[in-house]
């Protein structure tokens, strides 16, 4: 039930950060948002989100306590618990506080659970849309993992097809297609053009992933061209900047990624998959949603059959 709630409220958040707020473009018209219910929707999401994860602390605190108590068990912490144990023993030698711990707690899940499942939602349907890419990473991953149960990450650094087709897949499918805003402390100069101190910079990574001047056939997926190719999606090639680049790039890039290849290769390894019966590859609707983040706007549905081991 708390994961229902938690999946709704995401989702919402999502979507407000996404929306156009006049006030961030002309602060004077802010008041505008009182009139169009943006302001009360936004504290409504504000107000269950807090109550949400208030209840995940509190669960978490009752856990450790009865654990406490009782002593023994064995160890399954989790972030939350850890996060609470650096609250109760003092660790960094300052108090992490209530709201301190949920704003973490938010911004991990909310950062490392949203955006990866879009990209593995692209990935998929890049994949059921192109079947000689399927075939060509199936059986890749097949013959590295070798019918093992469990594919691990020496397996993962073998699978080059794999990296490929999830680099593509973030090219065209940046599962944050602005990033995040920035706003400049001080007055720079860049081309001859004077930005002042206090300007929002917005960085359209899903435009740069399609330029035509760098990319041959920006709008087709092309899984191959990153095979020979040393551009890589770490904020080093500004041609492919889906996780930002900088001292602000996303500090959970590796962590993103190595979920994401975990769960593609499985998804490929385990089951063979197919659209439903009467649908073909031309015919998947590849309407982005409105957001933050960019789902698609219709979930992607596809038929998955077992693959004998």
């Not at 060509?136 to 699978?159: C, F, H, S, W, Y």
């Not at 995040?180 to 899903?206: E, H, Q, S």
């Amino acid at each position: 039930m708390q994961g229902k709630k938690f999946k709704g409220l995401l989702a919402d958040m999502m979507g407000l950060l996404g929306i156009f707020n006049v006030g961030d473009f002309i602060p004077s018209l802010a008041w505008i948002n009182k009139l169009t219910g943006l302001d009360a929707k936004v504290e409504l999401v504000a107000r269950e989100f807090d109550q949400f994860l208030d209840e995940v602390v509190e669960e978490h605190w009752r856990k450790m306590e009865e654990k406490s108590v009782g002593g023994g068990g064995e160890d399954r912490r989790d972030f939350v618990d850890v996060l609470l144990e650096i609250e109760k023993d003092k660790t960094l030698g300052f108090a992490l506080g209530a709201d301190s711990i949920k704003a973490l707690v938010l911004d991990i899940f909310a950062g490392g659970t949203d955006t990866t499942y879009t990209v593995l939602e692209w990935a998929m349907t890049e994949l059921l849309r192109h079947p000689r890419a399927m075939n060509i990473l199936q059986t890749e991953v097949r013959k590295i993992a070798n019918g093992k149960p469990n594919i691990t990450d020496e397996d993962l650094e073998k699978m080059h097809y794999l990296r490929a087709v999830l680099k593509e897949t973030l090219r065209l499918h940046p599962p944050v297609p602005l990033l995040l805003p920035r706003l400049l402390t001080r007055d720079v100069k860049i081309r001859g053009y004077d930005i002042a101190v206090g300007t929002m910079v917005i960085t359209n990574a899903w435009t740069i992933g399609r330029d035509p001047s760098t990319w041959d056939k920006p709008d087709e997926f092309k899984p191959e061209r990153f095979w020979n190719s040393s551009v890589d999606f770490k904020g080093q090639d500004f041609e492919l900047i889906p996780f930002g680049a900088g001292r602000r790039g996303c500090p959970g890039t590796s962590f993103a990624m190595a979920t994401n290849e975990l769960g593609l290769a499985n998804l490929v390894d385990k089951f063979d998959w197919a659209l439903p019966e009467g649908l073909e590859a031309e015919d998947l609707d590849m309407t982005e949603c409105t957001g933050l983040t960019i789902h698609r706007k219709v979930h992607l549905l596809a038929v998955a059959t077992p693959f004998p081991s």
